[in-house]
């Protein structure tokens, strides 16, 4: 097979590997990065990178690389669902660095947070002015959430009085000018009467829509090709 086949099939094992390993740990361990989460991911590549190239090692020994940091992340997962103390200690605990408009000074120095940083975190979520803030919260991932001054808030429908309109989901049609038929066939619709809407639409066919999405309220959304 030689050196750079066996190279070859450990990266694919590897990575299939590590796919698979992500799929078991769910989607939040993507989505929020936490600290110990970033310590994590960081430890499972060196583990993956280290067997990779150590010549004395293969596939086997990849694999359970890969099985047992993924049994001992599942376990720290269960651990932390099952007794709530070990949540702050190993995922972190949000922070008020802002309450009622007054900045927690000591939070910040806490967070290693400096000015220049907050306001960049400030205007990443539409806020300009300290003075719009009533609270501010650094969550256990880093990102900071916000609460706006009542003066600063967009007004609701019911702080109008106006009554309550449906809010339906957009469903996507076309993707790329390829139709996503699943989608269509659910909302009711049928591939004939898309190919009309779209003809209505100025296209010559669906392949010219880069995309189109759908709603019972506005009806079929397209956008094409630049």
């Known amino acids: 097979m030689g050196v750079y086949g066996e190279i070859i099939a450990e990266v694919i094992f590897g990575f299939f590997g590590l796919f698979l390993l992500t799929k078991i740990l769910g989607k939040t361990q993507m989505n929020q990065i936490t600290p110990f989460d970033f310590i994590a991911a960081i430890a499972a590549g060196e583990l993956f990178g280290n067997a990779l190239f150590d ?19 599942f376990v720290i997962e269960k651990l932390t669902q099952r007794f709530k103390r070990t949540r702050g200690f190993l ?3 949000p922070s008020v660095i802002i ?11 806490v967070n290693k947070m400096d000015f220049n940083q907050l306001m960049h975190q400030l205007r990443a979520n539409n806020v300009f002015s300290l003075s719009e803030v009533d609270y501010a919260i650094i969550e256990a991932d880093g990102s900071l959430s916000i609460l706006k001054k009542s003066a600063y808030q967009t007004p609701t429908r019911d702080d109008l009085k106006l009554k309550e309109q449906p809010n339906p989901l957009p469903i996507s049609f076309i993707l790329d000018g390829e139709i996503i038929e699943d989608n269509v066939i659910n909302s009711g619709k049928t591939l004939d009467w ?32 630049h």
Request: a negative charge; charged letters at 20%.
């Open 194 to 225: 898309l190919s009309q809407e779209v003809k209505k639409q100025g296209f010559d066919t669906v392949a010219d829509v880069a995309y189109a999405e759908w709603t019972p309220t506005n009806g079929l959304f397209t956008r094409a090709y």
């Open 91 to 93: 995922e972190g605990k």
């Open 55 to 73: 010549p004395d090692a293969g596939i086997p020994q990849i694999a359970v690389a890969i099985i047992t940091w993924g049994i001992l992340m």
């Open 99 to 109: 309450s009622q408009g007054e900045i927690q000074y000591n939070d910040m120095k």
